[in-house]
């Protein structure tokens, strides 16, 4: 072939780095779950199907829900874990949560309130598009010293999120849209992992470690602790990343018109809404979970008296995506937990990293790289049921208080590269049709500025409190 024919002959093709990394990952979940071993054979063979799990949610390469039917799949298969293991997250009061915030949703866009609601936003707020973003990225900061769980927020604030990117001209694929979606997700998750009950990991923490040591946590020191670093500078974070990354200007006039009168629809939609959101705020009170509001709240909703969504539009348009995607990433949890991986995990970045008593940052970083490590393989749900056990011995062995290697976990969870990690994230990213490789950009750019700034400045805040070793 002359120099000229190369030259003209077409380039060879290239696989994406995504696409390459989703390869690697079934070619090591293939070799994990057919090697023939003798010890521990579930553990290696739940290990082949969390690698499968994580490869492809990871890196996107094919839509969430097919992985988690796969990852059932495969563990059923494979005999990993018995079926009420592998389906526990189908038992999960979050993914009950997600069905009653699915259902209120649609009633919200079929009724006309978002409409409504999206138009009082508007006439309140108007400027470049770091504006929106923050208005909308403090609404759900707010919601979250009300609504105990960040999937209900995030199921009732993205379709509204999603009209106000209408309002504003971001039609669906563009980068305003995307932005404001990433925006208010994070930022309704992200801050309140520094308010107690707001956060499925946070009451999780503290109920097994009222169990299992009898450390009980009170909500004004807990929040004096977290919330003025991880929480605040979380917050200011996200609003400066996703303003940078997903800059739009406006395409249209977002100054809405006045709307007319108010439908029936709209009137019984929203006393659903309230009695909710009262509900969801007075748990401590009536103790009923957030997950049996919103489904109780989603039967009022179906009703055909009330008809704010008809069978049409819930057989036709709901987006039953996430709510598969949810049990898969509970189910391998589960799977994690069930086989002793987690514990092995955990165990193992023990016994590999040094901890020295009074060496206190390096003590307080070796935490955080576990608590991460252990995120990333079982998400953040699971992953206070494997590091809370192992609190004693990490206590032991920095020479803290066991109240202050229980409260290490938070950051962990506070700072995180990939979207698959945090299920209302990643939820809001399907529902509003954000591709994974957009998010994935974002948490890096995160990720990197909460491990050199955001995790240096919350210890130096904890020792001032006398936490991580402090006087």
Request: glycine share 10%; with cysteine.
């Amino acid at each position: 072939m002359t120099a000229a024919e190369k030259h003209a002959a077409p380039p060879s093709p290239r696989i994406p780095i995504a696409q390459g990394l989703a390869w690697v990952s079934v070619a090591i979940s293939l070799v994990l779950l057919l090697a023939p071993v003798s010890v521990d054979a579930l553990t290696v063979r739940a290990a082949g199907a969390v690698v499968l799990a994580i490869g492809l949610w990871s890196t996107g390469a094919v839509p969430e829900y097919v992985t988690a039917i796969l990852f059932f799949l495969v563990t059923m298969v494979f005999a990993i874990a018995p079926a009420a293991v592998v389906f526990s997250g189908f038992h999960s009061t979050a993914i009950w949560l997600i069905f009653g915030g699915m259902v209120l949703g649609l009633g919200v866009q079929q009724s006309g309130l978002g409409n409504r609601l999206v138009s009082f936003v508007l006439r309140q707020v108007s400027g470049p598009y770091f504006v929106y973003v923050l208005a909308l990225a403090l609404v759900g900061l707010a919601l979250g010293f009300v609504v105990p769980s960040a999937m209900g927020r995030v199921m009732l604030l993205i379709p509204i999120v999603l009209a106000v990117a209408d309002r504003l001209g971001f039609p669906a694929g563009s980068q305003g849209r995307a932005g404001l979606v990433m925006g208010t997700a994070l930022a309704t998750m992200l801050p309140s992992f520094g308010v107690l009950p707001s956060n499925v990991p946070n009451v999780t923490m503290a109920g097994a470690a009222e169990s299992i040591y009898g450390v009980t946590f009170q909500y004004g020191a807990y929040l004096a602790l977290n919330f003025p670093v991880l929480s605040l500078m979380s917050f200011g974070a996200v609003v400066v990343i996703v303003s940078r990354t997903f800059h739009e200007p406006p395409r249209q006039d977002a100054a809405p018109a006045r709307p007319a009168g108010w439908t029936r629809n709209e009137r019984v939609l929203l006393l659903i809404l309230l009695l909710t959101l009262a509900l969801w705020a007075s748990d401590f009170l009536h103790g009923v979970s957030p997950a049996w509001v919103a489904l109780g709240a989603a039967v009022l909703c179906l009703l055909p008296r009330t008809g704010v969504v008809g069978a049409r539009a819930f057989t036709g348009e709901a987006n039953f995506g996430p709510w598969l995607y949810v049990a898969g990433v509970i189910g391998m949890g589960a799977v994690a937990n069930h086989t002793g991986l987690g514990q092995l995990v955990g165990e193992a970045l023990f016994a590999a990293v040094e901890f020295t008593p009074g060496a206190d940052a390096r003590n307080f970083a070796s935490l955080l790289g576990i608590g991460a490590v252990v995120s990333l393989i079982t998400t953040h749900p699971a992953a206070p049921a494997i590091m809370t056990p192992l609190a004693e011995s990490f206590a032991a062995a920095t020479g803290w208080p066991l109240r202050d290697v229980l409260l290490a976990q938070v950051p962990a969870w506070v700072v995180f590269p990939f979207p698959y990690q945090a299920p209302p994230v990643f939820v809001a990213m399907t529902l509003a049709g954000v591709p994974v490789r957009q998010a994935t950009r974002v948490l890096l750019t995160y990720f990197a500025f909460g491990v050199l700034v955001i995790w240096p400045l919350h210890f130096m805040w904890g020792r001032a409190l006398g936490f991580f070793g402090g006087a």
